[in-house]
């Protein structure tokens, strides 16, 4: 499986930016996707993650209610809607993937296989 994170920038504080997560993989509906993001000095911290028809989406705190988090197995995309994004936002962000037929975690970076090569999003105040 094969990862693509498109759709970061630079955007002002209060503004919106939507990430999208493309998937090379034939079966994308096998697999869980999940968000993550890592601030310079930080360690990796889960945002947000969809289960793999869609029907569950998970949310750190610190997101819920300002990200939207959907996926189109049609189009073998996830994506990552922010709103009223703030300096605390700006971070690489990074999809993973994991198979539906194992695990139970989606908040733990090391319950997922397979990840992207990142987008950086920074957000000015």
């Known amino acids: 499986v094969q990862l693509q994170a498109s759709g970061g920038g630079l955007v002002q504080a209060g503004g919106s930016l939507r990430l999208s997560c493309a998937a090379s993989?034939?079966?994308?509906?096998?697999?869980?996707v999940g968000w993550f993001r890592q601030a310079p000095g930080k360690e990796r911290e889960f945002v947000a993650a969809i289960s793999w028809s869609g029907g569950s989406t998970y949310y750190a705190d610190s997101v819920k209610g300002h990200f939207t988090i959907s996926r189109d197995n049609a189009k073998n995309t996830v994506y990552l809607q922010m709103n009223s994004l703030t300096s605390e936002d700006t971070a690489v962000y990074y999809c993973?993937?994991?198979?539906?037929?194992?695990?139970?975690?989606?908040?733990?970076?090391?319950?997922?296989?397979?990840w992207g090569q990142g987008t950086q999003v920074t957000v000015s105040s």
């Open positions: 993989v034939r079966t994308f509906s096998w697999y869980h």
């Open positions: 993973a993937a994991r198979s539906r037929y194992g695990g139970s975690s989606y908040s733990r970076w090391d319950a997922y296989d397979y």
